[in-house]
């Protein structure tokens, strides 16, 4: 009896691929409502008429995540540009809520930098055409 090692091979190949691919999503499929309590984990950064909202306690680079963010006015750009050292613009999809005209929420990924300390910004264009930048900083590890 002959056996197709190359057919069993690539099947198992095929198995373990699936297996590895699947568990890079989020099991929760829960979005961020934003910051509700002193003991959540949550980053709030505030800027003139704009203030953000962000899943954790630091931004480290190289990992995802969610934010919530209100304005007085729409957004009608949002973009995270690095302020250390040019890093291109990276432009920020929004989603805007049902239930407030002014928030939105989205989520971004920062990519890691020479400098283990790296100062970011957020851009928001409002729809009153003023231009808002919110600093904040990122790190390669955490300090907590």
């Known amino acids: 009896m002959f056996i197709n ?3 069993a091979f690539k099947y198992i190949i095929f198995i373990a691929f699936l297996g ?3 568990g890079c999503e989020n099991s929760k499929n829960e979005s961020f409502k934003g ?3 002193t003991d959540e984990h949550c980053l709030i950064l ?3 008429t704009i203030e953000i909202m962000i899943n954790t306690d630091e931004v ?3 990992n995802l995540y969610q934010f919530v963010i209100k304005s007085e006015e729409n957004i009608t750009k949002l973009a995270i540009e ?5 890093m291109g613009v990276l432009p920020i ?6 239930t407030d005209e002014f928030q939105y929420s989205g989520r ?16 928001a264009k409002l729809s009153n055409s003023e231009t808002i930048r919110i600093p904040f900083n990122s790190k390669w590890h955490s300090s907590l």
């Open 5 to 7: 090692y190359t057919s």
């Open 20 to 22: 590895t691919s699947s």
């Open 35 to 37: 910051c509700k309590t």
């Open 46 to 48: 505030k800027q003139s």
């Open 60 to 62: 480290l680079v190289e």
């Open 82 to 86: 690095g302020i250390s050292m040019n």
């Open 93 to 98: 999809q929004l989603q805007k809520s049902d």
């Open 108 to 123: 971004f990924i920062l990519g890691i930098c020479s400098q283990p300390d790296m100062q970011w910004q957020f851009i």
